[in-house]
């Protein structure tokens, strides 16, 4: 079983929509990233968080670590937002290493 | 800012060549960390230099290796290249070490061993 499961696979949305994109983790973090990625490859640091929320423009993200769970939630979808979203963990027991999951794959249609 | 560059952003080499990447982290930033991103895979960490000491390995065999110089320039080299290490190689930097800060990733060098 993968340390970083995420969830869904792959998310098609309405522009528009409310989005939600879910991350749980096994292991003990120190940390945890939600990245973006967009096609071509570049990757876009959108979150790091330990504990509680944060929300940048209509992207949100949560941490809850008693349950070892992270969700990202996008307000208001556009077509722009179509792109890889990954969670990623530091993990003290492996020096902090980022530990990733297999990404989301998002695509919102006009 | 300038935000961090790699080079060069694509090759191919041959199998059995060796390879060296480059990275040039954000400007005040210490730390550059090293990914290798395939299909099958996906996102793998490979290694954090941090004043020009690496601070962390992943699970990747002798073959990668890096360096970080005093200017926190950092170079990956893969030497005796295989088919399998086709992929994106991703850099990115920090403020601090430890992989508790934001990073701030490189648009990544495309690497065909054929």
């Known amino acids: 079983k993968n340390e970083v499961e995420q969830s869904p696979q792959n998310l098609t949305a309405q522009e528009g929509e409310f989005i939600t994109i879910n991350c749980s983790y096994s292991v003990g973090i120190s940390a945890l990233h939600w990245l973006q990625q967009h096609p071509g490859g570049g990757i876009v640091s959108l979150f790091m968080l330990s504990s509680g929320k944060k929300k940048h423009g209509r992207l949100i993200a949560t941490i809850n670590i008693q349950e070892k769970h992270s969700s990202l939630h996008i307000t208001a979808s556009h077509p722009r937002d179509s792109a890889v979203y990954i969670c990623?963990?530091?993990?003290?027991?492996?020096?902090?290493?980022?530990?990733f999951g297999a990404g989301t794959i998002l695509r919102v249609k006009s | 800012k300038a935000g961090v560059t790699q080079t060069p952003r694509y090759l191919i080499k041959t199998r059995g060549q060796q390879v060296t990447l480059s990275c040039s982290p954000i400007s005040g930033h210490r730390s550059v960390s090293w990914y290798q991103q395939t299909p099958g895979q996906g996102l793998q960490f490979l290694f954090e230099y941090f004043s020009e000491t690496q601070r962390n390995k992943g699970n990747f065999p002798g073959r990668f290796s890096g360096r970080q110089f005093s200017n926190s320039r950092s170079e990956m080299n893969v030497s005796t290249l295989e088919l399998g290490d086709s992929a994106l190689y991703l850099c990115?930097?920090?403020?601090?070490?430890?992989?508790?800060?934001?990073?701030?990733f490189g648009p990544g060098t495309r690497l065909t061993v054929t």
């Open positions: 990623a963990v530091s993990v003290p027991k492996y020096g902090n290493k980022l530990v």
């Open positions: 990115a930097s920090s403020r601090g070490t430890g992989l508790v800060y934001e990073q701030y």
